[in-house]
């Protein structure tokens, strides 16, 4: 693993964007930085710009109007860029999956790395999210099938 | 300015007296209460596929399909927003909400639940009537009430068999058993 | 940051409550979707009562601070025509003199029955909107302990037939920020057919200009802040042509021609 790779799986610095979400998904990213959460021990830290982030994240279905911006925002962070889309609503539409005005979630804008669902998804959801994306921590949900023979 | 020193000091005074409330989250577990509303859990043995979750579900992703003698119960939890009605329209209490809320994937497609049940198919006409389960609920609650079939194997037949066989012995099929 | 640090147990309390911190899923067409739960008072009121002693607490002490008071004091200024011509609403409203709230002037839920205190203030600046919101906090802890005392028993739902579809219903309540209009239209198979929300922050918005003319750039963001804007309730209209795909989006002046001819 060379130094870059160290760097990278110790501290990242977040940027957000909301892309039409109801404000829940923020609030409960605001949310880790506070003192209950501090994702700030971690070194992962908001960012007031694209240029300075190393992961997006990101919320809401993507609504029409957002798309060309959200895609100048991907455009103007630097690579190597993880995108992380937290809710539901950017998992898959959420409730507005066949609406008109949005585009169904964000895997059909960007390509994702990590989705994390939730509505909102708790704090330490997204804590769990964004170290599962860095590697230092297993997936926990597998598909569940039953069939009755 | 003396002022300002003083509030100075109170605001001090507050972040030392709050000390550390940090919750050593990633490195022990927290668990949410025991109301949480969180991944649906679907309990095979008791559903009977009668579908009031799929309209009740907001997000449609709950769909029910009939084919070559198997239903299928898929619930795409990519989109769901955990709002509990699906437990709250199910009549056998089969979806329960659990506390699972650490969901993170790479893969949406992981978030599924399929269940296949088998369907009985009517011993007149071959058309399916419903699963298992479903007839064994019928029978089940029929044994547990004051009225009694007069003929058992007339809940091997589907709507239309029933009917048929109704018309032509209209005599009562139920009777109450004293 | 100590705030944030106060505010957490609320939303202890609404998982316990509810089932969620943020989203409720309580609104059932009816009434709610389920009754409190028998501790309910004796987790709730001494959370709120922590609550109180420690937000008193902390605006005690930010009160005199000179170099909070030197930032929020005389910026931002939205003087009370201008708040009035702008239309603004909730907090913002307040804090420039306007005696306006949905809950006393047009009385939703159980709010007739309880007793607060509309709180006005006349500065107009951040420092005047600040206060706004620090009193009101004071007086939804009142609220709650008068409403945890007066409710009654009983269903927590009311039974009704069918909802008919193609119906309409519009309603005015007091969010946070301000009145929030909704605008529902139900539809077939029990679901909304139409739904549209008016949030308070559209209005509040408009007046960014009168509130920023004259001030330094350092002064922008904390002065949009002191709104308290929730961006996703803003949303310029794109029309879509659904046969051929066309996309287009007006611009005012379109609108207000359309609108008008509408209206003729």
Redesign the interface.
């Known amino acids: 693993m060379n130094a870059l790779d160290w760097c990278f799986k110790k501290s990242i610095w977040v940027y957000h964007v909301n892309a039409g979400s109801c404000n829940g998904c923020d609030i409960e990213i605001l949310d880790v930085l506070t003192?209950?959460?501090?994702v700030e021990?971690f070194g992962i830290r908001l960012v007031h710009t694209p240029r300075h982030a190393d992961a997006l994240l990101v919320a809401g279905p993507v609504t029409r109007q957002v798309r060309e911006r959200l895609i100048r925002v991907y455009e103007s962070t630097p690579d190597p860029k993880l995108v992380i889309a937290v809710g539901?609503?950017s998992?898959?539409?959420?409730?507005w999956?066949n609406s008109y005005a949005t585009l169904g979630?964000l895997?059909n804008v960007l390509p994702v790395?990590?989705?994390?669902?939730?509505?909102p998804?708790?704090p330490?959801?997204i804590?769990?999210?964004v170290?599962?994306?860095l590697g230092l921590?297993p997936?926990?949900?597998?598909?569940?099938?039953?069939?009755?023979v | 300015?003396l002022?300002?020193t003083?509030?100075?000091l109170?605001?001090a005074?507050?972040?030392l007296e709050?000390g550390q409330?940090?919750?050593p989250?990633?490195f022990q577990p927290?668990p949410?209460?025991e109301?949480?509303?969180g991944?649906p859990v679907?309990h095979?043995r008791k559903c009977m596929s009668c579908g009031a979750c799929g309209?009740a579900c907001?997000?449609?992703?709950i769909s029910i399909r009939d084919e070559a003698g198997i239903r299928t119960l898929s619930f795409?939890?990519?989109?769901?927003?955990?709002?509990?009605m699906c437990r709250?329209a199910c009549p056998q209490e089969a979806i329960t909400?659990s506390q699972?809320?650490?969901?993170?994937?790479?893969t949406?497609?992981?978030?599924?639940?399929?269940?296949?049940?088998?369907l009985v198919t009517c011993r007149e006409c071959g058309h399916p009537i419903g699963t298992?389960r479903q007839v064994e609920l019928v029978r089940e609650k029929l044994k547990a009430s004051d009225m009694q079939l007069l003929d058992m194997s007339y809940l091997e037949l589907c709507i239309n068999c029933k009917r048929k066989i109704f018309i032509r012995t209209p005599a009562l099929m139920l009777e109450v058993v004293s | 940051m100590?705030a944030w640090?106060i505010r957490e147990p609320v939303m202890?309390l609404t998982?316990?409550?509810?089932?969620?911190r943020k989203?409720y899923?309580m609104n059932r067409i009816g009434g709610v979707?389920r009754d409190l739960?028998p501790d309910a008072m004796e987790r709730i009121l001494p959370v709120i009562d922590k609550i109180e002693t420690q937000s008193v607490?902390?605006v005690?002490?930010?009160?005199?601070?000179?170099?909070l008071r030197a930032r929020l004091e005389g910026v931002g200024v939205l003087t009370t025509e201008d708040a009035r011509a702008y239309c603004v609403i909730g907090p913002t409203a307040r804090g420039s003199g306007l005696d306006i709230d949905a809950r006393r002037d047009h009385p939703f839920a159980a709010y007739d029955e309880l007793e607060f205190e509309v709180c006005v203030e006349h500065g107009g600046d951040i420092w005047a909107r600040t206060l706004v919101r620090i009193r009101e906090l004071l007086q939804s802890i009142k609220l709650v302990r008068q409403a945890l005392k007066q409710t009654p028993d009983g269903a927590v739902m009311a039974d009704f037939d069918e909802i008919k579809p193609y119906q309409v219903g519009v309603s005015s309540v007091e969010a946070p920020r301000g009145e929030v209009h909704h605008y529902v239209m139900t539809g077939p198979?029990n679901?909304p057919y139409r739904w549209r929300v008016r949030a308070p922050t559209y209005n509040n918005l408009q007046s960014i200009p009168a509130l920023l003319r004259g001030q330094t750039i350092a002064d922008a963001p904390i002065s949009v802040g002191s709104l308290d804007p929730c961006f996703s309730c803003t949303e310029r209209i794109q029309v879509v042509d659904r046969d051929s795909g066309e996309v287009r989006i007006y611009k005012q002046a379109e609108m207000l021609a359309r609108f008008r001819q509408k209206g003729r």
Not at chain 1, 113 to 119: Q, V
Not at chain 3, 15 to 20: D, H, R, S, V
């Open positions: 003192p209950y959460y501090d021990r539901s609503c998992t898959g539409g959420g409730i999956y979630g895997g790395a990590i989705y994390i669902p939730g509505c998804p708790r330490e959801a804590l769990y999210g170290a599962q994306a921590v997936k926990q949900v597998e598909k569940q099938e039953f069939a009755e | 300015m002022k300002h003083i509030s100075e109170k605001e005074l507050i972040c709050a409330v940090t919750l989250y990633p927290h949410p209460d109301n949480f509303r991944k679907l095979t309209n907001p997000a449609r992703l795409e939890l990519g989109r769901c927003t955990y709002c509990g709250d909400l699972q809320f650490e969901l993170s994937t790479e949406p497609g992981d978030l599924l639940i399929r269940a296949e049940f088998k298992e | 100590q640090r202890w998982e316990y409550l509810t089932g969620n989203t899923g979707a739960p607490q902390v005690d002490a930010i009160l005199d601070d000179s170099s198979d679901r």
